[in-house]
Every structure is written in structure tokens, then in C-alpha cells.
Nanobody, 126 residues
Framework: QLQLVESGGGLVQPGGSLRLSCLVSGFSLHHYAIGWFRQAPGKDREGISCISVGFEPLYGDSVKGRFTVSEDKDKNTVYLQMNDLKPEDTAVYYC????????????????????WGQGTQVTVSS
């Protein structure tokens, strides 16, 4: 059964760090790219990172230089390391399987991702 499960969210002070995990099952990370998105209340879902085999990861402008995506194929897990967190990073974070194309390309549109995790809440506040 195809599944994506996020974990690692929580409450952190501004300037702090968190590492999110996305455990996938039912498909191989060798064959599918994974995207990270976030959605804050009242806002559209925002693509923040995408990782695919053989290419440099893609990052959204709002997180470039602060967030790093990586994957451990042996553990079927994709990670999102988030540093220097800001209050505006507060959102529910989702990982998703890219299904409309093989590689991330140069954009992250939610409609290109066919399967999603349930999300994990990240709150940045003092």
C-alpha cells in the first residue's frame, strides 16, 4: 500500500532547527521524486523543496539557504533539515510523491504530486 508519513514537527523558537522525516512505503525512492510543501492558515500550499535522483534538489526562494533536503533510500526516508527558523515558517508541512513527471524540474506545483502524507505541524514562536 502506497503511503507517506511525515514526522518531526513541533514547537521551536525563532532561530532554531527541526528535522522533518517522510517515511514512504509502497514505492521506491529510486523511481520517484519527493516534494515538500507547506500550508499556513489562509494561504495556498507552497512548494518548498523537491528531490529526485541524479539532480540537484530544488528549493523555494523563501527557504533557500536555510532548508536542506536529503534522502536515505535504504530507510525509504526523505528528510527536510530546517535551520534558522522564522515565525513565517509556521505551517503544516507535507511530503508528496511526484507523479506527473519523473524529475523535479524547475517548479513545484501541487497538481503534479499524486500522493500526500497527512502533514506535520511546525510552529515557530517565542
Amino acid at each position: 500500500q502506497l503511503q507517506l508519513v511525515e514526522s518531526g514537527g513541533g514547537l521551536v523558537q525563532p532561530g532554531g532547527s527541526l528535522r522533518l522525516s517522510c517515511l514512504v512505503s509502497g514505492f521506491s525512492l529510486h523511481h520517484y521524486a519527493i516534494g515538500w510543501f507547506r500550508q499556513a492558515p489562509g494561504k495556498d500550499r507552497e512548494g518548498i523543496s523537491c528531490i529526485s535522483v541524479g539532480f540537484e534538489p530544488l528549493y523555494g526562494d523563501s527557504v533557500k539557504g536555510r532548508f536542506t533536503v536529503s534522502e536515505d533510500k535504504d530507510k525509504n526516508t526523505v528528510y527536510l533539515q530546517m535551520n534558522d527558523l522564522k515565525p513565517e515558517d509556521t505551517a503544516v508541512y507535507y511530503c508528496a510523491q511526484l507523479t506527473a513527471k519523473v524529475f523535479c524540474g524547475d517548479s513545484m506545483s501541487p497538481i503534479d504530486y499524486g500522493s500526500w502524507g497527512q502533514g506535520t505541524q511546525v510552529t515557530v514562536s517565542s
